[in-house]
């Protein structure tokens, strides 16, 4: 099991008071219904435990090129608050743990859960060390959007050839701001065509395209990639396994030839 995030890394990204507060249990009323289930210390050691798996993801992309949490993308989690299910961005942290110990430089991360990653903006979003791109939603959660460095709004409906040319213009315009050292990749379930809030219209046959688009892009350029898994909210439970376990499924048939040329 991947160590808990120790408290000198989640404040590379959150403060010391908010730290404090989910971990002694003092949030407010109100910063907990913001983040939307109750405090437990149970609670705590999930979420210490989800971003200490996407640190430790990141360091063996490193060694590997290519490596997955599965959890994580808790992209709403902004310094001093937590939001919608997300308490510690665990991107966020990652990226700054490596960068702080001379491990990376330039990082990606690459946001294809259907919300925007208005906590990972607000985080990384006027970094010159990191690329942030988020493809969303534009009528979803969050209403208020933070800036990313490349933010893509798609209306309601948006069916899989759309968002696959629009992801491959994405990915074109995220190459001319590198090189990177490290991507890390939210590989939300969300833009399933049968999700309850995603409100999109992909198919498991897309979201597989989309997956192995990210991977090839990354691959191609000897990039290291972490998976996080971010969202997913179909009503039958069985659907968001199968795109999760189709993405890993993609990313391991992917390693041999990510290894060789990390």
């Not at 294809?112 to 060390?129: E, I, K, M, P, Y």
């Not at 990039?223 to 396994?241: C, F, K, S, T, W």
């Amino acid at each position: 099991m991947p160590p808990a995030a120790t408290d000198q890394q989640l404040l590379l990204c959150h403060t010391l008071r908010y730290v404090r507060a989910v971990c002694e249990g003092s949030l407010t009323p109100a910063e907990i219904r913001r983040i939307g289930f109750p405090w437990s210390p149970k609670m705590v050691e999930r979420s210490r435990r989800s971003t200490g798996a996407t640190i430790a993801a990141a360091r063996a992309a490193m060694e590997d090129g290519i490596a997955a949490n599965l959890a994580g993308g808790t992209h709403h989690a902004f310094a001093d608050a937590g939001e919608g299910y997300c308490v510690f961005n665990d991107a966020a942290v990652a990226i700054r743990v490596l960068q702080t110990e001379g491990k990376i430089g330039r990082a990606a991360v690459i946001d294809l859960d259907v919300h925007q990653g208005n906590g990972t903006a607000s985080l990384l979003g006027r970094r010159d060390d990191v690329f942030t791109l988020s493809i969303h939603g534009v009528k979803n959660f969050p209403l208020r959007k933070m800036p990313s460095h490349l933010d893509i709004d798609l209306p309601d409906g948006t069916k899989g050839p759309e968002y696959c040319r629009t992801l491959v213009d994405a990915l074109n315009a995220l190459a001319n701001h590198g090189p990177y050292d490290l991507a890390i990749y939210l590989a939300g379930a969300d833009p399933f065509e049968g999700d309850r809030l995603g409100r999109l219209s992909l198919t498991k046959h897309d979201l597989s395209v989309r997956d192995q688009t990210v991977i090839d892009w990354c691959a191609d350029r000897s990039i290291p990639l972490a998976i996080a898994m971010a969202g997913g909210y179909a009503p039958d439970v069985d659907d968001i396994v199968d795109i999760h376990f189709s993405t890993i499924g993609i990313a391991s048939a992917a390693a041999t030839r990510i290894r060789s040329s990390v």
